[in-house]
C-alpha cells in the first residue's frame, strides 16, 4: 500500500511573507512592513506557490489580489500567528495587562457596559478593553477583534453566541409626559431596524396604534435621550432603560411588557481560540450581565 504524501510545513518566512502581501494587497508594502526587499517577498511567495502547488496570488498592474485558494488560506494562516503571539504573551508576559478587544453597538456599551467598568477593574484588574462602537452591520466584518457583541435572535451563521440580555419592551416617557389622560395619542419615538416594533407592542396589548410619529432615530441611545428630553414616547429596550427607570429620568406608561426573541449576545468566530485574556473576560461578562435581572 502506498504511502500518503504529507506536505511538509512550509517556512515560516514564507507565510509572513504571504499574510502580510494578502492584507496589503501589495508586495512592496509588504516588504516595507517586514523589512525585506520587494524581491525577497515576490521570492518567498513564489517558493510557497510552487511547494503547495497552488497559486496563491494574481499579479494586476497595481499591487495583487488573491485567488479563491489563498483567500481560503489566508484566515488559516492568521490564526496561526495569532496563536503563537497570544500564546508567548501569557506564557513569557503573565503579568503585562493585557487588552481585549470587543466590537459593541454604541448603545450597549454606553447603556450596559460602561456602567460596569468598575466592577471589571476591580475583578479583572490585568485586562483593559479596547473598544469598537458598531453603528453599521457591516462593521462587524472588519479584522481586529475575536469577540464582539450582537443584537439579535441568537443565531449568527459561523459564530457561536453566548445570551447576555433577553429583550422586554415597554413604553417609557419623561415624568413630563407621564400625566397625559392619554399617551398613546403622544409622538412615538421610532428606532430604525429590529427594534422599531411600535405595531407589534400595541397589537400584542390590544390597543388601537395611531398614526401619529416623531422622530426616528438610527441608534437606541440616542431615541433615550430624546425621549429623556420629552421629545415624545420610546418603546423602552430592558435591561437598557432600567437605569432610567430606576433614577426616574424615564416612567413606564403601561404595566404590559412584549417579551422578545432578540437580544444582546457575545460572540466569537466558531474557530477562533480565545486568549486566557478573552476567557477572562468573557466569563466575567457573563457573570456580570445574564443573571436575573438581564433575563
Known sequence: MAKRTVPTLPPLDWLRSFEAAARLSNFTAAAAELGLTQAAVSQHIRSLEERLKTRLFSRLARGVALSPEGAAYLPHIQSAFATIGNSTAEL????AVQTVSLRVPISFALLALVPALPDLAGALPHIQLDLMTI???TDYDLPGSTLDIRFGNGVFPGREADRLTAERLVPVASPTLAGAADWTSLPLLLV?????????WFAAAGLAGHPRRSHRFDSFVAALEA?????????GSRPLVDSALRSGSLVPLSDFELSSTSGHFLTKASTARLTSAEQDFRRWLLQRLSGPASS
Open 135 to 137: 453603528h453599521r452591520p
Open 192 to 200: 430604525a431596524g429590529a427594534r422599531e416594533m411600535w405595531a407589534e
Open 227 to 235: 425621549a429623556s428630553a420629552g421629545a415624545g414616547v420610546l418603546l
Open 92 to 95: 513569557f508576559e503573565p503579568r
